[in-house]
């Protein structure tokens, strides 16, 4: 009798801070947006840390038309697309999953993450789950989980790539092993993952041999 071949594995990716280098870019977003609400912007981008547009109005603005923040938001983030490029480990390391291997889970817009991607060169994966695809964003595991479901696979076969506590606990919630970068926090607030790296670039090798083997490649 054959051996069965193994399960089928895949990488669920966070696409700010992960796939794209956008620290700079919303720090800059929020400020101004902060600004002219006359907000602290410390305290406002404190909020913002993997989290959905939303869900950061709603802890730091509650009295706002959170609708209109969005699309207000939206127009700042679009005045300057030359600050949300990919980092440039990120077309190769995408080249090399199947389509069907990998997803997105974003807490910003699906859309945005599609032209970023385009934009670099990267390859678009078949699965995108953006803030809006979800009743409850990161902490919650729905994000993932949902893209789990679209992709086929179990939970326990998808590898989480994060840069933020709330991405971490999400793929934790969702029963996922995760891989966190130091892109955009220091490593000890990321203690609650798998394994913490620099970069994408370091995190590359593990996340092929996890899609391409059956044990963990740390």
Aim: with cysteine; glycine share 8%; hydrophobic share 45%.
């Amino acid at each position: 009798m054959p051996t069965p071949p193994p399960p089928a594995r895949a990488v669920l990716f966070d696409a700010d801070g992960v796939l794209v280098d956008s620290h700079a870019g919303y720090r800059q977003v929020w400020d101004r947006w902060s600004e002219l609400h006359g907000l602290d912007p410390d305290a406002v981008h404190a909020a913002t840390h993997g989290r959905r547009v939303l869900d950061t109005l709603a802890d730091v603005a509650p009295h706002l038309d959170a609708r209109a923040e969005v699309v207000r938001l939206g127009q700042l983030v679009d005045d300057d697309p030359d600050a949300f490029s990919l980092y440039p480990a990120v077309p190769a390391l995408l080249a090399q999953l199947h389509p069907q291997r990998w997803a997105v889970v974003t807490s910003g817009d699906d859309h945005r993450v599609v032209d970023r991607l385009r934009a670099g060169g990267a390859p678009v994966p078949d699965v995108v789950v953006g803030g809006a695809s979800v009743t409850r964003g990161k902490p919650d595991p729905e994000g993932y989980l949902l893209a789990a479901r679209l992709l086929g696979v179990a939970p326990a076969d998808c590898v989480v790539v994060e840069d933020a506590p709330a991405g971490v606990g999400a793929g934790r919630a969702a029963g996922m092993p995760v891989i966190a970068l130091t892109t955009s926090n220091p490593a000890s607030a990321l203690a609650d993952a798998d394994l913490v790296v620099g970069s994408l670039a370091d995190a590359a090798p593990h996340l092929l041999a996890w899609v391409r083997a059956q044990a963990p490649a740390w």
